[in-house]
């Protein structure tokens, strides 16, 4: 008997935005502050989201949405389905699975990945992903545009940079993301 698996939904876009708005996941500092000076311009952070946006906008209509996330999870599941007869078999998702932990190996990433997931992290398994995109969707159309991502930028860099230098630090880097967590906590009952 042949096992088979299915893909769930992800929060692929909501996981970008995430990253962008938060100007580095932990361990990707270096890769963003690209003249090496330790700290991040608004140009620095402005290229990285908008790398970070154009990666997900897989159809590349100008905004984030679910045909996106759609297109990215049959691309994914093709590339997973290696003997193309539709569905995934348990050797073909242990492969997959394998082959993804070699990629973040070889990356430095370590056992977590770049999400740090289950920790709070905003793309994290605990709704911070959802939230950062309901933050950068202003309209609530459930689609994020390049404006609303580059306001979304504009607006989080701002309240970074507390010394207002136009350059967002460590230390101001690390404290907007507790400052984000502690926002993106899930509420507790009283």
Known sequence: MKKKFLIGGGAVATAAIAAAVAFAAPGQMGKADTNGDGSLSKAE??????????????????????ADREAKQKAKFGEMDTDKNGSISEAEFTAAHAARMAERGERGEGKMGRHHEGRGHPGGHRGGGMKMFKMADANGDKAITKAEMTAAVDAHFAKADTNKDGQISNAEK?????AMRERLKPATAN
């Open 45 to 66: 952070v402005t290229a990285m989201a908008n790398a970070h946006f154009a990666k997900m906008d897989v159809n590349a209509d100008g905004k984030i949405d679910a």
């Open 174 to 178: 690390d404290a907007m993301r507790s």
